[in-house]
């Protein structure tokens, strides 16, 4: 039942690793997001995906590459991870057209750096 | 600069006292968004407002965006330690299609 879904919750891993992080919305949007939310808690758009193609790529390291196989899904790809990479990525979705809703927003994944 | 301004940063209130947090932009708002967060969770959505003078309540909460679009207040009525959390607003401006978000207001109610 769970409208915008990220896997994992919880990330921890060494310097220099690669990860990926994935995302799925069932609600059947158009659009959707990665947010980072740093220590102090602010949060900041990373990019934004509509029907699978890219839209918005705000000022992010080419470390960060997203995907999206279809628009229900969009997975964020991290390569040789830093510790200043340690935040919490939330995922968010939206219609194109927007609603009383607008945007969802999953739980986040908590990424720790170490 | 910021271009959504959230104050106060920080508030602790006693038990059952009334509180509001206000948000500002130098520019138009299309869609602005009240969330909060609880330590370690996601967002929880509370309102939406996208009317210039329009106002939201949910239970003890009420929203409100100005005439202009370019400010709204979140106003919580007699709190309780539930409402707890950090409040976030967030804004769609200028039809940018994303959501921009103010700094957050870490609201503490003490017992």
């Known amino acids: 039942d769970t409208a915008v879904s990220q896997t994992p919750k919880y990330l921890v891993t060494q310097m220099g690793n690669d990860k990926s992080i994935k995302c799925e919305q069932n609600?059947?949007?158009?659009?959707m997001y990665w947010y980072k939310q740093d220590s102090k808690k602010f949060l900041k758009i990373m990019f934004s995906?509509?029907?699978?193609?890219?839209?918005i790529n705000e000022t992010v390291p080419n470390r960060f590459s997203p995907k999206s196989p279809d628009k229900a899904h969009l997975n964020l790809h991290i390569n040789s991870l830093e510790l200043g990479d340690s935040a919490v990525y939330f995922c968010?979705?939206?219609?194109?057209?927007?609603?009383?809703?607008?945007?969802?927003f999953g739980s986040g994944t908590r990424l720790t750096v170490v | 600069s910021q271009e959504l301004e959230q104050s106060p940063q920080s508030l602790i209130v006693q038990e059952g006292k009334n509180l509001t947090i206000n948000c500002t932009s130098s520019?138009?708002?299309?869609?602005l968004y009240w969330y909060k967060q609880k330590y370690g969770e996601g967002l929880i959505f509370l309102m939406m407002?996208?009317?210039?003078?329009e106002e939201k309540s949910h239970e003890k909460i009420t929203a409100k965006l100005d005439e202009k679009k370019q400010q709204s207040s979140l106003h919580i009525t007699a709190s309780q330690p539930s409402h707890a959390g950090i409040y976030l607003c967030?804004?769609?401006?200028?039809?940018?299609?994303?959501?921009?978000f103010g700094q957050g207001t870490r609201l503490t109610i003490n017992p």
């Open positions: 968010a979705s939206r219609p194109w057209v927007q609603g009383d809703y607008g945007y969802t």
């Open positions: 609600l059947g949007h158009d659009t």
């Open positions: 520019k138009t708002l299309y869609g």
């Open positions: 995906y509509n029907n699978k193609e890219l839209i």
């Open positions: 967030g804004a769609d401006i200028q039809g940018a299609q994303k959501l921009v």
């Open positions: 407002l996208q009317k210039g003078g």
